[in-house]
């Protein structure tokens, strides 16, 4: 977490250093600073604060990357078969023969841009402006969600989301300085993002087969149940497939969601449309994530993913 004394300790260093100064060279004059020399240093001091933020959280985000990619083993070094889903239920058969050709190398790494809305608070509350990018290790799963939530015209947000090397990690800070979520770690926070990476791969699908560890059972025609396990971790996602076979939404019946007083379970769903063919699969360009409450559905991320590159097997 930044520690705010730390941050404003630099600040307030900096002010008593330039209102001294300036005290000093007034004094000898006879008089006291002027109200603009004691206003510039303090949006001085104001703006030395949030470069060294920025700077911070840039670099917790570069050690959480860095950590995601050293974790990383690759993953299959070989291209896709169809001896690879033959067997699996029927709903999930028909997807995978219909995004994955038969050599389609392995997806090991992903970087996905992305641009949307989230919303922040209850269901009355507003839409901001989001963009973020996202990266993805397979072997084994990880990611690390690096966001910029703008509240209003001048205001960002800043979010960094991962789950790397079993752990998940969430932590907020409005003007890169003033902490509004940090995440201590729990059982809670690693299942409910691993959830979330199990429900993006469809992102990369060749991560959705079993030779990336997903094992699947049937529930009907037109859905199936996905399983991941990451070390004590392991999660299931119901799958829903459309007529064109393919995922339409993704469901969790539950899914720890952070309150007030720690976490609680709700039902969880991610919806996924306008399919288009990247790195040789057909994948996703939209979506959005909802959380089903008693009072009703609470969306809260909508977008568009404006840029795919992958890593693959050679």
Known sequence: MTHPGYVFGVGERTVVRETMSAHQTTTERGRWPTRRTVLFGLATAAVGTVLVGKRRVSARTARSIDALRAASSGGPTRAVTEADFADLPAPARRYFETVLEPGTPYVRTARLTQRGVFRLGDADSSWHPLEATQHYTVDPPGFVWDASIRLGSVLPVSVIDSYVDGTGSLAAHLLWTVPVADADPSPELDAGELQRYLAEAVWFPTA??????????????????????????????????????????????????????????????????DYAERGGMLVPTRGEVAWTLPDGDLPYWRGEITAFEYETAK
């Open 208 to 273: 959705l087969l079993p030779e990336s560890g997903v094992e699947w059972t049937a529930i009907d025609d037109s859905t199936a149940r996905a399983t991941l396990t990451d070390g004590d971790v392991s999660v299931s996602l119901s799958f829903h497939f459309d007529d064109d076979n393919l995922v339409d939404r993704v469901v969790a019946d539950e899914r720890y969601r952070a309150v007030d007083d720690g976490f609680e379970t709700a039902r969880w769903t991610g919806y996924f449309e």
